[in-house]
Structures are given as C-alpha cells and as structure tokens.
C-alpha cells in the first residue's frame, strides 16, 4: 500500500476515532483492517444547487454504503475550479476511481491527463465533457439522454397545441447553466422538435442557472418585457421552474392555464404541482445513479470492459396521464 493511501486511511480512521463511530459494531482494528481492503470511489459533486441535486449526491452515498465502497466525496460549491482540486486530491490519494459531475463542458484537460498518467480510471457522471476534449480521457458516462429530454418537451408541446384552439404559442425558455451538457442539449432537443411549425415562436430564452431564485428573477423580468403575449414556459429544471410560477402567481396571472408549463426534472414538489393543474408537462431525470455508479466503480477497478454510455431509464409525465398511482418520486 502506498504511503498517501495509508496516510488517507489512518486520516479517516482518526475521523472515526474522533467522532466516536463504530458504524458495524465491530472493533476499531477490525474496521481499519477492512477499510484498507476496501474500493475507494473518489467522486467530485458540483454542490446542492437543487432538490434533484441533493437527491443524486444522496443516492450516491447510500449506494456507497450498499456496496461496501469507502467513499470520498466532495462538495464543489458550483465552482469548476474547486471540483478541479478535488479530482487532484483523488489523484494524489491514488484512489481506485474517480467519478465527477463536470459542471460545465470544457476545461478538463489537463486534470484528466493526470487522472490518465495516474493509471485512474474515470466515469463522468450526470453531465458530459466538450467532444472536443480527446474521448480517451475518460472511460464512460452514466447519466441522462438530455438530448431526448428537450425533445419529449417539444413533442409535449406539439400535442398540447394540437388539442387547443389556440394557433400560436409564444415560448420564453429558462436555460439550466450556461455551458452545462443539460442547458445545451434541453435546448437543442426542444428545439429541433418545434423548428419549422410556424404554430410556435421563441420569444427569448434567458439563463437562470439551476436556481430557484434566478428562475424567479429571470421570470420576472420575462414577464415585464412579454406580460401576456406569454403563452408557455419551457424551463429546463424545477428548482428553476418553482422559482418562476412564483413570479408568475404575483403577476396575477394562473400557471398551467395562462401560461403552459413544461419542466424537466420529476422533483416530487413538481409533480404535486401538476396535479394540482400548476404544471402541464413533468420530463423525467431521475437522479437516483448510485448503484450504476458502483456497479462501474467495481467493473472498473477489476479491469473489466465497461460500456462506453449509460443512459437509465426515464419517462414523463403530464396532464393527460392519470397519475393517481405514481408511487412517491424520493427527492
Ligand atoms: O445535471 C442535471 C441537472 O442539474 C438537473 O436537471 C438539475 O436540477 C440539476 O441542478
């Protein structure tokens, strides 16, 4: 064992020591005699910009627990720089596998160069990397088809539009992150499904960054330059998408009848809101990627071929589904 590894486990097993834990009942010998026979997962999170996020970090965690995996993980707090630093702590950790959620598409090269040099196997999680970044630098991705995710919204709004005597809608668009693979591919999605249907026009799409307080603000300002020549909001998550019906109750105005509204996500605080008729239109994400993590962190760590994508499955919801059996979403 390498003397970082070690300083890494005696660390650890000062923090245990420290906070008196003694998780399996066994003896503290016994605890660090496994701990050191145990995969170590390093794994970047970008921080707690929403429920769904809290839920994902969540689901990674109690899988670690479940598999047996020892965990290090670290919370970015939405800066590229810092989940940078964090992967190069891994490194000199000599963790067995680094997983990472990169904020934003471009700007990995030179940490994953040293992931690479390091022998480090590497599994991006949730969001992808620039393909412009040399493909070989990491080993698979495990996360959404944004893509499809902006395209069942789109087909969301053709079928809505269909049912309604209306012949124009006039579309504002709250972006996720700017540069984040989620905001590019919702966006494309959505709208290569309604290019060319002259029934619907894009009035703006303005970034409000995964928040619920940019979502309100950016909807605020959306609604003072359009008022009600709004006819949908399209939002690219619900955090933001709560954020906006707020701005949008205080102008007066009724979500989910005055305005047509599509998110993406599934948080459970969304979904009541379609039921109650608040929102149309719910596209699945499901952050709930713990265990294909692990499952990957053990393939990986036992030189075993891995896919090269992993997408879960994902479906959506809307107000022409009967939704009284959906079982409780968990986060
Ligand atoms: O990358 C997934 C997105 O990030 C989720 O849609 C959003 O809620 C989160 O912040």
Same mark, same amino acid.
Request: proline share 3%.
């Given at each position: 064992?390498s003397?970082?590894?070690? =300083?890494?486990?005696? +660390?650890?097993?000062?923090?245990? +020591?420290?906070?008196?834990?003694?998780?399996?009942?066994?003896?503290?010998?016994?605890?660090?005699?496994?701990?050191?026979?145990?995969?170590? +997962?390093?794994?970047?999170?970008?921080?707690?910009?929403?429920?769904?996020?809290?839920?994902?970090?969540?689901?990674?965690?109690?899988?670690? =627990?479940?598999?047996?995996?020892?965990l290090?993980?670290?919370?970015?707090?939405?800066?590229?720089?810092?989940?940078?630093?964090?992967?190069?702590?891994?490194?000199?950790? %000599?963790?067995?596998?680094?997983?990472?959620?990169?904020?934003?598409?471009?700007?990995w090269?030179n940490?994953?160069y $040293?992931?690479?040099?390091?022998?480090?196997?590497?599994?991006?999680?949730?969001?992808?990397?620039?393909?412009?970044?040399? $493909?070989?630098?990491?080993?698979?991705?495990?996360?959404?088809?944004?893509?499809? $995710?902006?395209?069942?919204?789109?087909?969301?709004?053709?079928?809505?539009?269909?049912?309604?005597?209306?012949?124009?809608?006039?579309?504002? $668009?709250?972006?996720?992150?700017?540069?984040?693979?989620?905001?590019? %591919?919702?966006? %494309?999605?959505?709208?290569?499904?309604?290019?060319?249907?002259?029934?619907?026009?894009?009035?703006?799409?303005?970034?409000?960054?995964?928040?619920?307080?940019?979502?309100?603000?950016?909807?605020?300002?959306?609604?003072?330059?359009? =008022?009600?020549r709004?006819?949908?909001?399209?939002?690219?998550?619900?955090?933001?998408?709560?954020?906006a019906?707020?701005?949008?109750?205080?102008?007066?105005?009724?979500p989910?009848?005055?305005?047509?509204?599509?998110?993406?996500?599934g948080?459970?605080?969304?979904v009541?809101?379609?039921?109650?008729?608040?929102?149309? @239109?719910?596209?699945? @994400?499901t952050?709930?990627?713990?265990? +294909?993590?692990?499952?990957?962190?053990?393939?990986?760590?036992? =030189?075993?071929?891995?896919?090269?994508?992993?997408?879960?499955?994902?479906?959506?919801?809307?107000?022409?589904?009967?939704?009284?059996?959906?079982?409780?979403?968990?986060?």
């Amino acid at each position: 064992m390498s003397k970082n590894r070690l =300083g890494l486990l005696l +660390l650890a097993g000062c923090l245990f +020591l420290l906070a008196g834990c003694t998780p399996s009942g066994k003896k503290k010998t016994e605890e660090a005699a496994d701990s050191g026979n145990r995969l170590l +997962l390093g794994f970047a999170q970008i921080g707690s910009e929403s429920s769904w996020r809290i839920g994902n970090t969540r689901s990674v965690q109690e899988a670690a =627990g479940r598999h047996g995996i020892q965990l290090m993980m670290s919370d970015a707090n939405q800066k590229q720089e810092n989940e940078i630093r964090a992967i190069r702590q891994f490194i000199a950790y %000599q963790v067995d596998v680094i997983a990472f959620v990169p904020i934003v598409e471009e700007g990995w090269e030179n940490v994953l160069y $040293e992931a690479r040099n390091a022998g480090i196997p590497v599994i991006l999680s949730d969001r992808q990397i620039s393909d412009k970044i040399d $493909e070989n630098l990491y080993t698979t991705y495990v996360g959404a088809d944004f893509y499809a $995710e902006g395209q069942k919204a789109g087909e969301f709004l053709r079928k809505k539009a269909e049912n309604s005597e209306k012949e124009t809608f006039r579309i504002v $668009e709250l972006l996720g992150t700017p540069g984040s693979t989620p905001a590019l %591919q919702r966006k %494309q999605g959505f709208h290569d499904v309604i290019e060319g249907d002259s029934r619907f026009e894009i009035l703006e799409s303005v970034s409000g960054d995964f928040l619920r307080s940019k979502g309100k603000e950016s909807m605020e300002m959306l609604l003072e330059k359009w =008022g009600d020549r709004i006819d949908v909001l399209y939002s690219h998550n619900d955090g933001m998408t709560l954020g906006a019906i707020d701005a949008i109750e205080k102008a007066g105005l009724r979500p989910g009848k005055d305005i047509v509204i599509i998110t993406v996500d599934g948080e459970q605080a969304a979904v009541d809101l379609l039921k109650e008729g608040k929102i149309n @239109c719910v596209v699945e @994400c499901t952050p709930m990627l713990g265990d +294909l993590i692990m499952d990957l962190t053990k393939k990986l760590a036992a =030189g075993e071929e891995v896919p090269r994508v992993i997408h879960p499955d994902e479906t959506m919801f809307t107000e022409y589904d009967d939704l009284s059996e959906l079982p409780p979403r968990g986060y």
